[in-house]
């Protein structure tokens, strides 16, 4: 049997109409908010459930609440007559007005911020018109609050968890929970031991405004111009490749220049030790990548679906994502003792220490792509293409790693260095990693995938052997120095 139509079937769903009908005779009836026989239309300035006098209704019952709510800046600015100023109908609902613990419930802690804070302080409007801050909810949506509570979690503090509920006052009021002198015990509820750092610093930050942002902004702004002169830079380069060898292919193809013929030797490329890294590094990296941005972008098109799998999808996946960081860490620390402590690894790091000859080289292999040039440097074991990326990789696992232990320990870190210490280990972070997973597509994945001589894959990282046709156009000088050896 389906509700009643219209209020009465709101009634009934409701927190109210579920009380009275388990037998709750102190939950309010229809007449107790509208009254008996004196029943008005809202819109009337004499009824009971006019906005004016709706806290005056609710008191009757909720005494406390209404006490705490006249001491709040809604309160205050509803005795001063400002008519948007909010009442319990606005945040609770009306007929429909269901229990917090409710997920229906626009005041359960998943919707708070979004269906009752964000109704006016996102308001353009509003915040004009009563000369309030324009940036409050975007720069609480854009936080790690904002973005884990969008992200599905129910524990990550909200508006009311650092504000209050019913007794919200303006940060300059010494009651207010986000006075500075009150911040250590209200951030404390979370995390424990907090201190007078965590006070120190803004709380609302946008990084894209250059008053606001501060150092933020230029950290945004340095990486934003590191990100489009390095992967632009790396687009072109390939591009000018991927046309430098379709045009040599086609031109084999056409008889235009006699193909080589090599051997049908296999030269070992990767140790089984070394393919084990890669694999290590390259699973972890994914990981990583894919858990990191699902925070970043909780709504995307792809990430939707998976929070769709579980409730606990906000915990399962940072869990997965602090297992990925500790692997690629782990297998950073082995790679660094694989170096120092095998004759194999020290060779490599010999092998990819930068030289002149590599900038002679690049030199070079732009005049060939740009069809200037006759001739393609010679590589020896690793080109500058190699060292470029290693290197980039050395220094991303730095950084990546550093900021990414501050995020994770919060409590401590922000402890020593403070919150702004935080937002800048957060910023970095985040663009680290986008230049990070841009330079691993556009340039790694290209070399190994999509190049014309090695489409659809190299599979080096997995039998660790190359053949001697592939020695010879990428890596000419150590194929001279191995057939010299075996002389």
Request: charge should be positive; include cysteine.
């Amino acid at each position: 049997m389906g509700y009643a139509p219209g209020f009465m079937g709101y009634y009934q769903k409701s927190v109210h109409g579920k009380a009275l009908a388990a037998g709750n005779q102190n939950a309010p009836s229809c007449s107790e908010c509208h009254g008996l026989h004196d029943s008005r239309k809202g819109s009337d300035p004499s009824s009971r459930t006019y906005k004016g006098k709706i806290v005056e209704t609710c008191a009757a019952c909720h005494r406390d609440i209404a006490i705490a709510y006249s001491g709040s800046v809604h309160g205050a600015a509803r005795k001063k007559g400002i008519a948007d100023s909010p009442t319990c109908t606005d945040c609770h609902g009306e007929h429909d007005i269901y229990a917090v613990t409710d997920p229906r419930s626009p005041v359960a802690p998943k919707n708070v911020s979004e269906q009752v804070c964000g109704k006016c302080h996102r308001s353009a409007e509003i915040n004009s018109k009563y000369g309030l801050a324009q940036d409050r909810f975007e720069s609480f949506a854009n936080s790690y609050h904002g973005l884990a509570v969008k992200a599905g979690s129910v524990e990550a503090a909200n508006c009311a968890s650092c504000h209050g509920i019913h007794d919200i006052r303006p940060s300059s009021d010494p009651a207010s929970t986000v006075n500075p002198a009150n911040l250590p015990k209200t951030c404390g509820r979370c995390h424990p031991g907090a201190n007078q750092n965590f006070a120190k610093g803004a709380v609302h930050v946008v990084i894209s405004n250059r008053a606001s942002g501060g150092i933020l902004y230029w950290i945004q702004a340095i990486y934003v111009c590191l990100i489009v002169v390095v992967i632009g830079g790396m687009a072109l380069h390939n591009f000018l490749d991927f046309l430098a060898r379709t045009r040599h292919r086609l031109a084999v193809r056409h008889g235009k220049i006699a193909e080589e013929h090599h051997g049908t030797g296999q030269y070992v490329r990767m140790s089984l030790a070394e393919r084990i890294q890669h694999a290590i590094l390259l699973g972890s990296f994914i990981l990583l990548a894919l858990t990191g941005f699902m925070l970043r972008f909780p709504d995307a098109w792809w990430v939707r679906p998976i929070r769709q799998l579980s409730e606990g999808f906000f915990a399962t996946r940072s869990l997965i994502h602090r297992i990925a960081g500790v692997a690629m860490i782990a297998i950073s620390i082995y790679h660094l003792l694989y170096l120092l402590f095998t004759r194999r690894g020290r060779k490599i790091g010999t092998d990819m220490l930068p030289r002149w000859k590599d900038l002679r080289d690049v030199w070079t292999n732009v005049r060939y792509l740009l069809g200037i040039g006759k001739q393609k440097p010679l590589f020896d074991r690793f080109g500058y293409q190699e060292k470029a990326e290693y290197w980039a990789l050395i220094w991303g696992v730095i950084v990546m790693a550093g900021t990414g232990i501050i995020l994770w320990f919060e409590n401590y870190f922000i402890g020593l260095f403070t919150k702004l210490g935080y937002d800048i280990s957060r910023t970095i972070h985040y663009y680290e990693a986008i230049l990070a997973t841009a330079s691993i597509v556009v340039w790694h994945f290209y070399f190994v995938i999509f190049n014309p001589d090695a489409y659809p894959m190299s599979t080096v990282w997995l039998t660790g052997k190359i053949s001697e046709k592939d020695m010879a156009e990428e890596h000419p000088l150590e194929l001279e120095k191995i057939k010299s050896e075996q002389l």
